[in-house]
């Protein structure tokens, strides 16, 4: 896999306070130095040390889905470039009894240019809807 699969040092940071708790084949230390694994393992756990997990995208993309019940939905826009929208998976209907699921956390739509930028600000963005115990704020 390329670099940029993975999360960023800072996302990974967010992860750990979060409740990410997932095994990985690599973590960050705490100065941001990337370790790979033979085997997985949650670094997360070891609370002692400053060490973070270092998952792919997409498994933090699963995690929020299945845990969380938030999905980060990316679309392309005029010129090729990229924006997200996040959707609650767990919502029956809104308050209006209308079964509309996004999430709507900002006015409009950002410009991102790649989709992988585009992904990490929607990570982020799920991320600030979890409590630091991991639990889902919306609900």
């Not at 990985?24 to 002692?48: I, K, M, P, Q």
């Not at 959707?87 to 240019?113: A, F, H, V």
Request: proline letters at 3%.
């Amino acid at each position: 896999m390329k670099n940029k699969d993975y999360v960023t040092f800072e996302l990974s940071q967010l992860l750990k306070k979060n409740g990410f708790r997932e095994p990985c084949l690599s973590h960050y230390t705490a100065t941001g130095t990337v370790w790979r694994c033979n085997d997985e393992d949650d670094f997360n756990s070891e609370s002692e040390l400053k060490v973070y997990s270092r998952p792919t995208m997409w498994q933090v993309t699963k995690w929020l889905r299945e845990v969380h019940g938030l999905h980060i939905s990316i679309s392309t826009v005029i010129g090729g470039r990229w924006t997200y929208e996040l959707q609650d998976l767990w919502q029956k209907s809104n308050m209006d009894g209308e079964y509309n699921t996004r999430i709507p956390e900002r006015d409009g739509y950002p410009c991102i240019d790649t989709y992988e930028a585009a992904l990490h600000d929607g990570i982020e963005s799920a991320l600030e809807l979890i409590n630091n115990n991991g639990n889902t704020i919306l609900r």
